[in-house]
Every structure is written in C-alpha cells, then in structure tokens.
C-alpha cells in the first residue's frame, strides 16, 4: 500500500529550475519502476520520465538534456530536476510508483512557468 506525497511545486521564471519530489514510507511491496507524469490543459497526459530498479531511465525527448531523474532507495523517494524550464513545460505533474502489488498514483502539484 504506498500512496506517493509530492512537494515542490509552484512558479518559476523562465529558465529557472525546480525541484520535485515524491516519496512514500510504510509499503510492503517492491517498487519496481518510478515514473513522472504531466498534462497540461487540453492535452493528453505524457510520461516525462521513469527510473527503474536496476537504475535505468527514461526521458520524453521534449525534457531530455533538461530534467534529470533520481531516487533513494532507502526512502522510497524519487526527485524531478528540472532545469531551463520552458512556458510549454506548464502542467500538472504526476508520480506513479509501480509496484508488484500495484499502481499507486500521487495527487499531482502544478508547475508553471511564467515570466
């Protein structure tokens, strides 16, 4: 049962930097991949990025070279960097923790980029 908590949104300037987290605590199961999601209005969600068990990652390429994907193990914690932010990177950013037992989903934070 790990139901992720995520910090770290709010409103940056273009071409500043944000960091996000998602963490869950207390979970019996093994995660097996962590990913961040984003939809903005009147768009299809998107994957922006997963980190695997064996440390492996994924990046969308509209954040590849920008964002960076982390994790603590011992915390079950997964972090966001995301730097050069763009307008069009404005969103609702979802985590999604992948489990053997399960999906579990975060509330979702905005982030907007605004000048």
């Known amino acids: 049962q790990v139901q992720p908590v995520e910090s770290g949104g709010g409103l940056v300037q273009p071409g500043g930097s944000l960091r996000l987290s998602c963490a869950a605590s207390g979970s019996i199961v093994s995660i097996v991949a962590m990913h961040w999601y984003r939809q903005a209005p009147g768009k299809q969600r998107e994957r922006v990025a997963t980190i695997f068990n064996d440390g492996g990652t994924y990046y969308a390429d509209s954040v590849k070279?920008?964002?960076?994907i982390s994790r603590d193990n011992a915390k079950n914690t997964m972090y966001l960097?995301?730097?050069s932010l763009k307008p069009e990177d404005t969103a609702v950013y979802y985590c999604r923790h992948a489990t053997v037992g399960g999906d579990y989903w975060g509330q979702?934070?905005?982030v907007t980029v605004s000048s």
């Open 81 to 83: 960097q995301m730097g």
């Open 108 to 110: 979702g934070t905005q």
């Open 65 to 68: 070279g920008r964002f960076t």
